[in-house]
């Protein structure tokens, strides 16, 4: 399985702009790159999801590394409700979009 | 907006019982996979469906589970003989395309006594 690597967890002050990292060296030219983030006690939300290009919308952008080798999650004013595990997950192009989920980041945002 | 409903939010039973858990996906997806989440631990991929018939499953996905889509709306997830290394919350989710993002449910949380 094509695999991520990102920090155990990240920390941020509310209403600043928070940057998640995510590595993918082993990245295909068809997998996209998923994010999701599941609050505590509820089920996994889908945030934002990209191939090449940088991607916004109205929960966060994605900037994707030119070598595709790397990408990162940017929620431009992070709220208290924001605080949840990210995760950063490569949906492999050639199969049916099964999702493999690592340990992902643990966002704390503090007041 | 659209949301994907599971029933029911919390289900116990014995150990050796069947157990089904349904899911309602989101209208005009096309795509619909079952993962869990021991407490604690990892989401992890049980199975995908697409076109009436499962597409994808992974090791856990042994004998004693099964899905199905009875009515074209509710997609269930059966659990014969279940074992205490069951328990955990079950998640549904749905795709209404590939690559597009998914859509899970707020979760079953099974445990086995």
């Known amino acids: 399985d094509a695999k991520t690597t990102q920090p155990n967890s990240m920390e941020s002050n509310e209403e600043e702009p928070v940057h998640l990292p995510c590595n993918h060296s082993t990245i295909s030219g068809t997998d996209y790159i998923h994010w999701y983030r599941q609050l505590p006690s509820q089920g996994p939300e889908y945030v934002i999801h990209g191939l090449t290009s940088n991607v916004n919308n109205r929960m966060a952008s994605l900037a994707i590394a030119e070598d595709r080798k790397s990408s990162t999650l940017i929620l431009h004013r992070a709220t208290l409700r924001d605080a949840a595990v990210y995760y950063c997950?490569?949906?492999?192009?050639?199969?049916?979009?099964?999702?493999?989920f690592g340990k992902g980041t643990k966002l704390s945002v503090k007041p | 907006e659209p949301e994907v409903t599971q029933t029911p939010s919390h289900q116990v039973t014995q150990m050796g019982q069947e157990v089904i858990l349904r899911c309602v996906p989101i209208?005009?997806?096309?795509?619909f996979y079952w993962y869990r989440q021991i407490l604690g631990q990892k989401v992890e991929f049980l199975v995908s469906?697409?076109?009436?018939?499962?597409?994808?499953k992974s090791e856990i996905f042994d004998d004693q589970f099964s899905v199905e889509r009875p009515d074209g709306s509710n997609f269930t997830l059966k659990i014969r003989s279940t074992k205490l290394e069951d328990s955990a919350m079950y998640f549904c989710a749905s795709n209404p395309e590939l690559p597009r993002g998914y859509t899970f449910g707020s979760g079953t949380r099974l445990t086995v006594v």
């Open positions: 469906f697409y076109n009436n018939e499962i597409s994808e």
């Open positions: 997950i490569l949906r492999l192009g050639g199969s049916q979009g099964n999702l493999i």
């Open positions: 209208s005009n997806h096309l795509y």
